[in-house]
């Protein structure tokens, strides 16, 4: 079960808030021979986010984040073997993504056509730093975010590739087509 509160503006600052929140009971068994072994959990998760807008040209967005995550698992492991005892785990990460400078074209194919394409370029870079983690080594892994490590920081990049169509309005049945004045 997923619960999200979606980004919302502080008041007149320029703050953001958001929290997302997961209940999961991940069923999971290995099977050697005769042997059966149980390494299901449940797994409880919230992180609170703050976003705060640094700069917001027409070109350019800078925003700076900082997340704190929870996670409560109901079994941990010790020496490699999982066991039903409870473990928390805590972390913060806090980072800066810029995108831009945003090129955009549009393109009108042919004149008959009231077709337009707008093409869109947005290069984008984040930055983030992640706390250590304590007790990682017993934190059974179930999924994609039990895979995160502590006491590092990432780079991710990339460019946003965007096409964007807009389709001429359905002509009313019986209304005469009337040519529109250059644009």
């Known amino acids: ?3 999200t509160l979606s980004s919302q503006q502080f008041g007149n600052l320029p ?3 958001s929290v997302q929140s997961e209940i999961s009971n991940t069923l999971y068994q290995t099977k050697a021979q005769d042997t059966i072994v149980d390494n299901g959990l449940w797994r409880m998760e919230v992180w609170p986010t703050l976003r705060a807008p640094v700069a917001k040209l027409p070109f350019l967005t800078v925003n700076g984040t900082l997340s ?4 409560h698992f109901s079994e941990r492991l010790v020496d490699g073997v999982q066991v039903p005892v409870g473990l928390n785990r805590k972390y913060f990460d806090m980072g800066a993504e810029v995108a831009g400078p945003v090129f955009n074209r549009v ?4 004149r008959e056509s009231a077709r337009r394409i707008k093409h869109v370029l947005e290069p984008f870079v984040g930055i983030h730093r992640t706390t250590a983690i304590e007790e990682r080594a017993a934190i059974p892994i179930t999924g994609g975010n039990d895979y995160v490590f502590g006491g590092n920081g990432t780079v991710n990049y990339g460019v946003n590739n965007r096409i964007i169509m807009r389709s001429p309005p359905p002509e009313r049945e019986g209304a005469a087509a009337v040519p529109s004045a250059p644009r």
């Open 68 to 71: 704190w995550r929870y996670t």
């Open 15 to 17: 703050l953001f808030g």
């Open 107 to 110: 393109f009108a194919p042919s």
């Open 1 to 3: 079960v997923t619960a």
